[in-house]
């Protein structure tokens, strides 16, 4: 989603707002722009496309000036051109923005009826001109803003520059994160602490309603004002972040080399919770599963929702909870039901995603236990909720979620192992059994990408399909979910998911020769009911593809193949057969062509609604 940079200096800025923008290019955008302010003018510059066209611009007329502000825009009111891109300007100042102005339309005409001319389709652009309306007024800078935002509804993070003001850079949000970057001689405005890394790790991170003022004077300094307008001190962090630029590390894409990094990282997350050679769990979760009323409420987005219908069946086997898995976006809006029995998991990757984000703060205010399962620790989430848990993936720059995924499986599994252990549900010995296969998990993964060829050869096949179907029961059918959701976020083949079960309740109808069929068939307890399904579709003529460790298996069928995936435990199999279907995902989008890491419309970090 947009990314927004702000610079306040004594240097030339043009540069560095391009190479903080670059930082930022992972959230996922389809536009980019620059301004700065130069003896007393705004220059901007702005380009569809991805940031090498605005690079490109700047190479050829580059813009001077101390105080700038960038923007990656991804689209959402108005295509995503030039005449859209953000910086948004009027003579006197110049926004970017993250978010969206949902009053804006009346807004618009309000000024539209004041004889106001708009530029561009945006919501922002009614920002711009508020605060230019306020300013011929004879408002000073600060008014100017505040009343502006005052009259704004929605979500948003805006950087601002003023014409008459260039030792001014303001950045205000609510809904939208936006961080404070602290150096002696340079102020800072990012999105998230990672693009300005390179420049400082002194960060702030503005709270909820949050106002910040920085003001180059004989030295550097700034204001910050709450939501009531009040003078706050914000804590400032001291941050390790790594500095270098995500790198490709010889694979050729992120989504590979993030696939391949999962050995590593289900240790690192594993190792994190357990004690490997104990076989016991750290007594260090935040959670007291000790309370029978106790109830679980898994919420999530996308991918990170999967991961919770995953461990529905986890915490439920294993430790008899009573779990209930929603929708971020839904359990926001419907008035959900919620106690202070209630322990609330909020599930995410990049802690940002701002419908979990508002679920969250719903559930905290009514009084839950919000714990979040997050991958960054400085996150908005991790900052929001009671207590955190981390998933120890590092960086994920793919925009397809690989092992921060699987990842968030290994928290889930583990804490559901620790609510069984703390209602006595289990004793030590299943415990220690339990972590010696998770400890297998990573060799596993290593196996199953030895052969990736044949991953290659299935996605060869698959790319040339329109249409696909994915099955398993129990906990394959989150892994078929998963399955479906990355076959589509990257190779843009329609895929659709089903409980196998399910299938002959309407799904069936969708079978014929040109929808392939693929099956998350371990020989497990659903092994016999899922085989039954399969034959069901093969009869039926669907070309099928069977994820299987059964040998033996085998369907008379148009077209029939399987790929045997390494014998292991039923929770071992959630996490090889996501690997697998990350892999087919992987090799159909590279036969197809399509952008693997960058997958069009999408963003990694959902700061929208
Ligand atoms: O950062 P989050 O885990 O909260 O993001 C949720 C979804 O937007 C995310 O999982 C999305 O579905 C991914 N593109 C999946 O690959």
Same mark, same amino acid.
């Given at each position: 989603?947009?990314?927004?940079?702000?610079?306040?200096?004594?240097?030339?800025?043009?540069?560095?707002?391009?190479?903080?923008?670059?930082?930022?290019?992972?959230?996922?955008?389809?536009?980019?722009?620059?301004?700065?302010?130069?003896?007393?003018?705004?220059?901007?510059?702005?380009?569809?496309?991805?940031?090498?066209?605005?690079?490109?611009?700047?190479?050829?007329?580059?813009?001077?000036?101390?105080?700038?502000?960038?923007?990656?825009?991804?689209?959402?009111? =108005?295509?995503?051109?030039?005449?859209?891109? !953000?910086?948004?300007?009027?003579?006197?100042?110049?926004?970017?923005?993250?978010?969206?102005?949902?009053?804006?339309?009346?807004?618009?005409?309000?000024?539209?009826?004041?004889?106001?001319?708009?530029?561009?389709?945006?919501?922002?652009?009614?920002?711009?001109?508020?605060?230019?309306?306020?300013?011929?007024?004879?408002?000073?800078?600060?008014?100017?803003?505040?009343?502006?935002?005052?009259?704004?509804?929605?979500?948003?993070?805006?950087?601002?520059?003023?014409?008459?003001?260039?030792?001014?850079?303001?950045?205000? #949000?609510?809904?939208?994160?936006?961080?404070?970057?602290?150096?002696?001689?340079?102020?800072?405005?990012?999105?998230?602490?990672?693009?300005?890394?390179?420049?400082?790790?002194?960060?702030?991170?503005?709270?909820?309603?949050?106002?910040?003022?920085?003001?180059?004077?004989?030295?550097?300094?700034?204001?910050?004002?709450?939501?009531?307008?009040?003078?706050?001190?914000?804590?400032?962090?001291?941050?390790?972040?790594?500095?270098?630029?995500?790198?490709?590390?010889?694979?050729? !894409?992120?989504?590979?080399?993030?696939?391949?990094?999962? /050995?590593?990282?289900?240790?690192?997350?594993?190792?994190?919770?357990?004690?490997?050679?104990?076989?016991?769990? #750290?007594?260090?979760?935040?959670?007291?599963?000790?309370?029978?009323?106790?109830?679980?409420?898994?919420?999530?987005?996308?991918?990170?929702?999967?991961?919770?219908?995953?461990?529905?069946?986890?915490?439920?086997?294993?430790?008899?909870?009573?779990?209930?898995?929603?929708?971020?976006?839904?359990?926001?809006?419907?008035?959900?039901?919620?106690?202070?029995?209630?322990?609330?998991?909020?599930?995410?990757?990049?802690?940002?995603?701002?419908?979990?984000?508002?679920?969250?703060?719903?559930?905290?205010?009514?009084?839950?236990?919000?714990?979040?399962?997050?991958?960054?620790?400085?996150?908005?989430?991790?900052?929001?909720?009671?207590?955190?848990?981390?998933?120890?993936?590092? &960086?994920?720059?793919?925009?397809?979620?690989?092992?921060?995924?699987?990842?968030?499986?290994?928290?889930?599994?583990?804490?559901?192992?620790?609510?069984?252990?703390?209602?006595?549900?289990?004793?030590?010995?299943?415990?220690?059994?339990?972590?010696?296969?998770?400890?297998?998990?990573?060799?596993?993964?290593?196996?199953?990408?030895?052969?990736?060829?044949?991953?290659?050869?299935?996605?060869?096949?698959?790319?040339?399909? #329109?249409?696909?179907?994915?099955?398993? #029961?129990?906990?394959?059918? /989150?892994?078929?979910?998963?399955?479906?959701?990355?076959?589509?976020?990257?190779?843009?083949?329609?895929?659709?998911?089903?409980?196998?079960?399910?299938?002959?309740? =309407?799904?069936?109808?969708?079978?014929?020769?040109?929808?392939?069929?693929?099956?998350?068939?371990?020989?497990?307890?659903?092994?016999?009911?899922?085989?039954?399904?399969?034959?069901?579709?093969?009869?039926?003529?669907?070309?099928?593809?069977?994820?299987?460790? @059964?040998?033996?298996?085998?369907?008379?069928?148009?077209?029939?193949?399987?790929?045997?995936?390494?014998?292991?435990?039923?929770?071992?199999?959630?996490?090889?057969?996501?690997?697998?279907?990350?892999?087919?995902?992987?090799?159909?989008?590279?036969?197809?062509?399509?952008?693997?890491?960058? &997958?069009? @419309?999408?963003?990694?970090?959902?700061?929208?609604?």
């Amino acid at each position: 989603m947009c990314g927004i940079i702000g610079i306040l200096s004594n240097k030339e800025v043009g540069n560095s707002l391009i190479d903080g923008l670059s930082r930022l290019e992972y959230r996922g955008y389809d536009s980019a722009g620059i301004a700065t302010i130069n003896q007393n003018t705004i220059n901007r510059c702005r380009a569809a496309g991805k940031l090498q066209a605005l690079k490109d611009l700047v190479e050829k007329n580059p813009l001077s000036g101390s105080v700038g502000i960038g923007h990656t825009r991804w689209a959402t009111h =108005g295509s995503p051109t030039k005449r859209n891109a !953000h910086p948004h300007a009027t003579d006197r100042v110049a926004v970017v923005h993250n978010g969206i102005i949902e009053n804006y339309q009346i807004l618009k005409e309000a000024l539209i009826s004041q004889e106001v001319a708009f530029q561009s389709e945006t919501d922002t652009e009614v920002v711009v001109h508020l605060i230019e309306q306020e300013l011929q007024l004879g408002k000073s800078i600060e008014i100017a803003v505040v009343e502006s935002i005052a009259k704004l509804e929605g979500a948003f993070a805006l950087a601002i520059i003023f014409k008459d003001n260039p030792d001014i850079l303001i950045g205000t #949000r609510r809904g939208s994160p936006l961080v404070l970057g602290i150096k002696e001689d340079e102020l800072f405005l990012g999105s998230d602490a990672w693009s300005l890394a390179p420049w400082t790790q002194k960060i702030c991170y503005l709270e909820e309603g949050d106002t910040v003022i920085m003001c180059r004077g004989s030295n550097f300094t700034y204001k910050i004002y709450d939501a009531n307008n009040q003078l706050v001190n914000r804590d400032i962090k001291q941050l390790n972040l790594a500095t270098g630029a995500a790198s490709k590390g010889g694979y050729s !894409h992120f989504m590979l080399k993030e696939i391949f990094e999962q /050995p590593q990282t289900l240790s690192d997350t594993l190792l994190s919770l357990v004690d490997e050679h104990n076989k016991t769990i #750290r007594n260090e979760l935040p959670i007291d599963f000790t309370n029978k009323n106790l109830r679980i409420r898994l919420i999530a987005c996308g991918s990170s929702y999967y991961a919770c219908l995953m461990a529905k069946y986890w915490f439920e086997k294993t430790a008899r909870i009573l779990c209930e898995v929603d929708l971020a976006s839904e359990f926001r809006y419907r008035d959900p039901v919620l106690n202070s029995d209630d322990t609330c998991l909020f599930v995410s990757q990049s802690g940002e995603t701002t419908d979990t984000l508002a679920a969250l703060n719903l559930a905290k205010n009514m009084g839950c236990l919000t714990v979040a399962i997050v991958n960054v620790p400085e996150s908005s989430m991790a900052r929001s909720a009671h207590q955190h848990i981390l998933t120890m993936a590092g &960086p994920e720059i793919g925009v397809a979620s690989t092992k921060a995924f699987t990842s968030q499986l290994m928290v889930l599994n583990v804490l559901s192992l620790y609510a069984a252990s703390a209602r006595k549900i289990i004793d030590n010995h299943t415990i220690a059994e339990h972590i010696t296969e998770l400890l297998h998990i990573p060799n596993f993964i290593s196996q199953v990408l030895q052969n990736i060829s044949e991953f290659d050869q299935l996605g060869q096949r698959l790319s040339q399909a #329109r249409d696909a179907l994915f099955i398993g #029961r129990g906990t394959n059918y /989150p892994v078929a979910l998963e399955g479906a959701l990355k076959l589509k976020e990257i190779s843009y083949i329609h895929a659709e998911a089903y409980a196998a079960g399910e299938l002959k309740h =309407g799904p069936i109808a969708l079978v014929d020769s040109a929808t392939p069929l693929i099956a998350i068939a371990p020989n497990d307890s659903w092994f016999e009911k899922t085989a039954s399904n399969i034959q069901e579709v093969a009869t039926r003529g669907a070309p099928v593809f069977v994820l299987t460790d @059964n040998q033996e298996f085998n369907v008379k069928s148009c077209e029939f193949r399987s790929i045997y995936l390494p014998k292991a435990g039923t929770v071992a199999n959630c996490f090889i057969y996501t690997c697998a279907v990350q892999c087919i995902a992987y090799y159909t989008a590279l036969h197809k062509g399509t952008d693997v890491d960058q &997958p069009r @419309n999408l963003a990694k970090s959902v700061t929208v609604e």
